[in-house]
C-alpha cells in the first residue's frame, strides 16, 4: 500500500490547485527580494541623510541580512515543528510591523535594529515557502516547480528597482522607499491564511484525520482516481523547544550526512555571497564610476531583469540537465563575470553588458540551488535543513557588506576582489562534484540510493552516504 507521501507527489499538477500554493509562495519570496534589493538602493541615501561612511552604509545591508540569518534558522526550525502554515503566514507579518517602524527612525542606529528585527521576519520565508511548495508539488514537476518558484526573485528585485528609480524624481526619500511594501505584505499575510497544511507534514507528524482530509481533497480537486494509502506510526518521543530544538535539528541535518550538509552550506556561502555584494554594492560602484544616481539605479535593475530570463531558462534546463551540472557550470561563469565588469568598468558600454551577463548566469545557478537543498533533505529535515544553508550563507553576506566597504575594495580593488570570490566558488563546486547526490528523479524522502530514509524519531538509522 502506498504512503500518503506517496499519493500527494503522483498526483497531477493543476494550477487551480498546487499552482495556487506556488504562487502564494512566490509572492512571499517576491518580498524577500524587493527588501534585499532595496538594501542597495538605501546605502547612499540613508548615507547621505546621516553623513555615514563607506563602511557605516555597509552596515544598513548587514543590519538586515544577519536578521534575515537569524529568522532562516529559527522560522526552519519552528516550520519543522509547528507547521508551514502557520510559520507561512507569520513571517510576513514581522516583517511588515517591523518595516512600518523602520521608516519612522529618528536616528541611524534605531534604523539598523528595526532593519535587524524586520530581517528576522522577512529571512523565514524562504525556507518555509520552499518546504511547503516541494511538499505539495507531483513529484514528476518538482525540479521545474522548484526552480520556476525563483523567477519571484528577479521580479522583485526589478520591481525594487523600477519603484525605487521612479522615486528618485520625487526626491529619493528613503522611508517613502521603506514603505512602499508594507501594504502588500499585509495583504499577503491575509490571503496566506487559506493555505491548507502540508499533507506531507501532517503525514510525518502523524496527524491522520487531518493529513487524510488534505490529502482527499486533493485527489478530488485534481482529478485523480482514488487509492488506498496509509498514514505512518508518529514520532511519540518529548520534544525540544526553542534555541534548544534549534540545536538539536542542527545536530540532525549533520548526523543525517556531513558531506551531504557540508556541500550544501558551501554552496549557498560561495553563491550567495558573489550574489549579494553585486546586489547590495553595484549602485554604489557604479556611483564611484561617475553615474548618477538614476544610471547606477538602473544598473542593477538592468542585472535582475535579465535574471527573469535566466530563471526561465533555468527552469527549461533542470529537469533535463540535472542539478549537479546546472549549478556546477553556470556558477562558476556568474562569478568570473563579474571579474570581467571589474575590468571594463571604466569603458562607456561594456561594464553594463558585463553586469546583463552577471545577471543571467547567476539566475540559472540560484533557482537549482534552493530546489537541490529542497530536494536532498527528508521531510522532518527539509525547512532546517535549508534554513541553516540560507543562514550561514546571509550569516557571512551579512557582514560582506561591511567588509567589501571597509576591506576588500579599498585594499584589493575591484578585480581582485571578484577574483576571489570567484576562485571560491569554484571550489565549492568541486566539493559537490564529490560529496553530494543527483537528486532528479528522486522520491522526496530517499537517500542516494533510492532507499527511504526515516529521520527524526529514528534519526539512529539515518544514513551517512
Not at 352 to 381: N, R
Request: aromatic fraction near 10%; hydrophobic fraction near 50%; charged fraction near 15%.
Amino acid at each position: 500500500m502506498k504512503s500518503g507521501d506517496q499519493i500527494v507527489q503522483e498526483l497531477p499538477w493543476r494550477w487551480g490547485v498546487q499552482g495556487k500554493v506556488f504562487i502564494i509562495g512566490g509572492l512571499g519570496y517576491l518580498f524577500d527580494a524587493y527588501d534585499i534589493a532595496l538594501n542597495g538602493f538605501l546605502m547612499p541615501l540613508v548615507g547621505k541623510e546621516f553623513d555615514l561612511t563607506l563602511g557605516q552604509r555597509g552596515l544598513v545591508a548587514t543590519a538586515n541580512l544577519v536578521g534575515m540569518a537569524v529568522g532562516a534558522v529559527a522560522w526552519g526550525s519552528v516550520a519543522d515543528r509547528i507547521g508551514r502554515k502557520k510559520a507561512f503566514s507569520v513571517t510576513l507579518l514581522i516583517f511588515a510591523v517591523f518595516s512600518v517602524l523602520g521608516a519612522a527612525s529618528p536616528t541611524y542606529w534605531i534604523f539598523l535594529l528595526l532593519r535587524f528585527l524586520a530581517g528576522v521576519g522577512l529571512g523565514g520565508c524562504i525556507p518555509v515557502d520552499y518546504a511547503l511548495v516541494s511538499e505539495f508539488s507531483p513529484r514528476k514537476y518538482r525540479g521545474r516547480i522548484l526552480t520556476a518558484l525563483d523567477l519571484w526573485w528577479p521580479i522583485g528585485v526589478t520591481l525594487c528597482g523600477l519603484v525605487s528609480t521612479a522615486m528618485l524624481p520625487l526626491g529619493g526619500n528613503w522611508r517613502w522607499m521603506l514603505l512602499t511594501m508594507t501594504l502588500p505584505a499585509l495583504l499577503l499575510f491575509w490571503v496566506r491564511r487559506g493555505v491548507p497544511e502540508s499533507p506531507v507534514y501532517l503525514s510525518e507528524k502523524g496527524r491522520e484525520r487531518e493529513a487524510r482530509a488534505v490529502i482527499d481533497d486533493l485527489v478530488v480537486r485534481t482529478g485523480a482516481s482514488p487509492q488506498p494509502y496509509g498514514i505512518p506510526r508518529p514520532d511519540d518521543r518529548p520534544r525540544t523547544k526553542g534555541l534548544a530544538a534549534a540545536a538539536e535539528q542542527l545536530r540532525l541535518i549533520w548526523r543525517f550526512s556531513p558531506r551531504i550538509t557540508s556541500a550544501v552550506w558551501l554552496m549557498f556561502a560561495t553563491i550567495m555571497l558573489v550574489y549579494y555584494a553585486a546586489l547590495s554594492w553595484m549602485p554604489s560602484i557604479l556611483k564611484a564610476e561617475g553615474h548618477g544616481d538614476t544610471a547606477a539605479f538602473t544598473g542593477t535593475t538592468v542585472m535582475s531583469a535579465v535574471g527573469i530570463l535566466g530563471v526561465i531558462v533555468s527552469t527549461a534546463l533542470v529537469d533535463v540537465v540535472g542539478r549537479k551540472w546546472l549549478i556546477g557550470v553556470t556558477a562558476p561563469l556568474a562569478a568570473f563575470s563579474l571579474v570581467v565588469f571589474a575590468l571594463v568598468r571604466e569603458q562607456e558600454t561594456a561594464p553594463l553588458v558585463a553586469i546583463a551577463v552577471f545577471g543571467f548566469l547567476v539566475q540559472l545557478a540560484i533557482p537549482v540551488l534552493y530546489a537541490y537543498a529542497s530536494e536532498v533533505y527528508p521531510t522532518p529535515l527539509r525547512a532546517s535543513g535549508f534554513g541553516w544553508a540560507s543562514s550561514v550563507s546571509r550569516s557571512l553576506t551579512g557582514f560582506a557588506p561591511l567588509l567589501f566597504g571597509s576591506v576588500l575594495w579599498p585594499v584589493l580593488g575591484l578585480p581582485w576582489t571578484f577574483g576571489v570570490l570567484a576562485v571560491a566558488v569554484l571550489l565549492a563546486m568541486g566539493w559537490m562534484a564529490v560529496a553530494a547526490p543527483e537528486t532528479k528523479g528522486r522520491e522526496l524522502d530517499a537517500d542516494p540510493m533510492g532507499v527511504p530514509q526515516v529521520v527524526g524519531g529514528a534519526a539512529d538509522s539515518a544514513t551517512t552516504p
